[in-house]
């Protein structure tokens, strides 16, 4: 989902507002994302997956087995990581399963466009008694959560502050930024930290 489906929800979206109203919506919901991020890290438990990739998942799963008929799991190897799955009564929607680590795959293409396991893993793993979480993200953890998020002050809606909500115009900000290129010396965020630590997982020879 992205902002322009999540905020305003009134029928219109907020495709539908005036740009300065429609600028203010974005800003106002990218804050509060923000913030129930601050809130879900401050009690998040250390490790493990994310309360709402947990959530993500079990939904994900009762979406196939509602028209799923119960047990049509064919397992196609002995480490019962490569599997087929019929979902529905078609028989062309028959889906070859991967739920191995090491070649995470599913013919319903969700788990490579969005790198999070779809229902049909989901369902796999539960019928081979093994476990989906170790093909969530590094993102879906709450390591990752709680090394972003952790110790950041509130975001405040900034609608009134730096916009003039009945226009949209911006109010000058007090300093100038400096002129010419960013710095590069930047220090490195959490997010480049995270992905480079499962990136030398992937590849230790690296
Ligand atoms: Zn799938």
Redesign the pocket.
Known sequence: MNAADGVAGNGTGVRGLQPGKMLVEFVGHSARRFNERVHAAASAPAHGPTEKALAMLEERKASILKDMPSGVVSFQNDTKTSAKIMVGKDPARE?A?NISPHAPK???G??EVESFP????AIVADKAGENVLPLLHVTETNEFLKRVYTGLPEFNNPGTEFLRASTGAQVPADKPLAPGRPSNKRKKSAMDAASFAAYKARHPEA
């Open positions: 889906r399963v599913c013919e319903c969700a788990f779809c229902g049909c893993m």
